[in-house]
């Protein structure tokens, strides 16, 4: 690809995890012995003239699954038919407008099976019909280049009743594979351990009862959770114990943490302790109680009687759940513990929905002791949201951004629960959407600040085009500010990740080109300063020395931005980087910059940045790498008697 290619969306290898288990561990039946025919039906479709299959149906079917499994059946008979199987890979929904998708930048490489998940955003479409038809279109095309299309809708989204062309190409999963059989075939195939079937089998053994698990599972359980309990049944030990633990930790600690709560109705304390727990396992016990102590806004205890009685701080901590060992408290013994407690917390106790999060601020400032936990905090917060599925919990993360005391690890903090939370199944639509309303805000710097951090998580990686939609946003800011600083930085980020910078050149380069497009002007300069990173910089200019369309957009682009005044400064310093980049970098093309700049020239000799780097300012001393460009560019001062090639005066 070139950097004058269309961009297409981005894509994923499908992993080995799922391939095997559609491989090796597929279930065929549902609990009342139906034969589950979705995704043989999908893979007849796929193979067939049209190369398109729907799967529509409601949550929780397993419909993902069902996808992939037609993809690797559907690869199978074209792979027998050509010279090799196709790949799988998922397409990212990376919309630059989510409710309008663009079946132009969806990927059509050769023998390829593609899968696209839009269950969560089809239902947004403005126009459903019109992006249906194009699609069919598209996948036509995919067929006749030996590749095909598996669409993961939800149960009404996809406009069958609009046409018949429509309605054929929909495969309807209604019912769920049994849960039982999920969960015993994926301890079989998928971590080799048959020996622990019988804990889940629900049906009698040897003249017994059945296993004594097999209750956690019912005919209407959804085959993620029958996945789910396969997994936690892999990890723990063959023992009475390691059963209970793994009863514990499938059921999400729902009776441990009911009855932690009914034990301590009436004492706020111990109530305190264990949501400081909850933040800081692993931490010393004093400095849990101290944080604690914070949360309940009280200062430590005085009174030597006071002190003296109750229970003791470990008696305490084990208490409420905690597995203390000499000085320090854990809840790691009990994976998926601190997780239960706080959605118990944060759904029976919803006044305490702010003041945890204004405790949470002040427990992860700097030299606190919740600094060093930014990342396990961050992961219990995004757990708490998705878990909820409700966009109220973002909401409420999203107030706590102007109570932060704009400290860069809060604002970090925040921006890798967005991010989490926008890249998951569920909520992550809703969320995709606050980041784009919150970016056109220009009020609020912290918030702004904080989508450009989103933008510099792995969000930019499935999302790159949603992130370059809203670092737009954040650029197009009246003032050049700490927000419009860090979209910046975030800019240049997104352009070294791994095949990205061709799609931030394509629309860094559009914006630039408009007049008056201030966005589009920082975002240039900042792409093409090499003080920082030359990284875009040299592919620029090394596509721009074989490919004249590139080196046009490059003088093109220089010319809209110099007539801007409000980047003057900024493209001041970029030109002199430049100076400085063909003596010191070897990876720059020296004479291409002399050249492209030699163009700017002829355009904007009179441009404040042009005019300082060619004629020179009074009262400023430019060093050896700006006078060497200035006498490659031909172009003397016409004050040359006056100031010297240096800026200092003639003698």
Avoid at 482 to 492: D, K, P, S
Wanted: net charge negative.
């Amino acid at each position: 690809m070139t950097l004058t290619d269309k961009q297409l969306l981005t894509v994923a290898d499908i992993s080995e995890a799922e391939l095997r288990v559609v491989r090796t561990a597929w279930v065929g039946i549902s609990s009342h012995g139906e034969a589950l025919t979705a995704a043989t039906e999908a893979a007849a479709l796929l193979a067939g003239d049209g190369g398109l299959a729907v799967i529509a149906g409601a949550p929780g079917l397993g419909k993902r699954t069902t996808g992939i499994k037609a993809l690797w059946e559907a690869a199978q008979v074209i792979g027998g038919a050509s010279d090799g199987l196709p790949s799988l890979v998922e397409i990212s929904p990376d919309w630059s407008d989510p409710a309008l998708p663009d079946v132009s930048v969806l990927p059509d490489e050769s023998g390829t099976g593609y899968l696209l998940d839009v269950a969560a955003e089809v239902g947004t479409w403005k126009d459903a019909r019109k992006f249906a038809d194009a699609l069919v279109s598209h996948a036509e095309k995919l067929r006749r280049n030996g590749s095909f299309l598996v669409l993961v809708a939800d149960e009404w989204g996809w406009p069958q009743d609009e046409s018949g062309t429509l309605a054929q190409v929909v495969v309807r999963t209604t019912v769920r594979p049994a849960a039982h059989q999920v969960t015993i075939s994926h301890l079989r195939h998928v971590y080799r351990l048959p020996d622990r079937v019988h804990w889940v089998d629900p049906q009698p053994q040897n003249g017994g009862g059945r296993g004594e698990l097999s209750d956690l599972l019912a005919m209407t359980s959804r085959p993620a959770d029958a996945g789910r309990l396969a997994g936690i049944l892999a990890t723990v030990e063959a023992s009475p114990k390691g059963r209970e633990a793994a009863r514990a930790s499938f059921q999400e600690w729902r009776t441990q943490v009911t009855d932690v709560f009914d034990r301590t109705q009436s004492n706020a304390d111990d109530r305190a302790l264990l949501i400081a727990m909850v933040f800081l396992s692993g931490e010393e016990g004093l400095t849990i109680q101290d944080a604690a102590r914070d949360l309940l806004g009280e200062e430590a205890e005085k009174d030597v009687r006071t002190i003296l009685t109750g229970p003791d701080l470990t008696t305490r901590l084990s208490g409420v759940g905690a597995q203390v060992t000499g000085r320090r408290a854990t809840l790691g013994h009990r994976p998926g513990y601190a997780r239960s407690v706080l959605l118990h917390l944060w759904q029976q106790r919803a006044d305490i929905h702010m003041p945890l999060l204004s405790w949470l601020n002040e427990l992860t400032s700097p030299k606190r002791a919740g600094a060093a936990r930014l990342a396990p905090i961050s992961d219990l917060l995004v757990d708490l949201a998705i878990a909820e599925n409700d966009i109220r919990v973002i909401e409420e993360i999203h107030k706590w951004i102007d109570k932060n005391d704009g400290a860069d690890e809060n604002l970090e903090l925040i921006a890798r629960i967005l991010a989490a939370a926008a890249e998951a199944d569920g909520l992550g639509p809703a969320v995709r959407s606050r980041l784009l309303d919150w970016s056109r805000e220009n009020k609020s710097v912290a918030v702004a600040r904080t989508i450009a951090l989103v933008c510099q998580t792995s969000f930019a990686d499935h999302y790159p085009r949603q992130a370059l939609v809203r670092l737009r946003h954040i650029l197009a800011r009246t003032e050049h500010d700490a927000a419009v600083g860090t979209a910046e930085t975030a800019l240049a980020s997104l352009a070294s990740r791994n095949n990205q910078f061709g799609r931030v050149w394509a629309a860094v380069i559009k914006w630039a080109k408009e007049s008056g497009h201030l966005a589009g002007h920082r975002a240039f300069l900042a792409l093409m300063d090499p003080r920082t990173d030359p990284f875009a910089l040299r592919v620029a200019l090394t596509a721009a020395t074989d490919d004249p369309e590139v080196k046009q957009a490059l003088v093109d682009a220089w010319s809209t931005v110099l007539a801007n005044a409000q980047v003057h400064s900024k493209a001041r310093d970029v030109l002199i980087a430049w100076a400085h980049a063909r003596v010191k970098d070897e990876l720059v093309p020296r004479d291409l910059i002399t050249d492209v700049l030699r163009s700017v020239v002829e355009r904007h000799l009179m441009a404040t940045p042009i005019a300082a780097l060619v004629f020179g300012e009074p009262d400023v001393r430019y060093d050896e790498a700006v006078i060497e460009l200035r006498k490659e560019l031909h172009m003397p001062s016409p004050d040359a008697f006056v100031y010297g090639l240096s800026g200092e005066p003639s003698q």
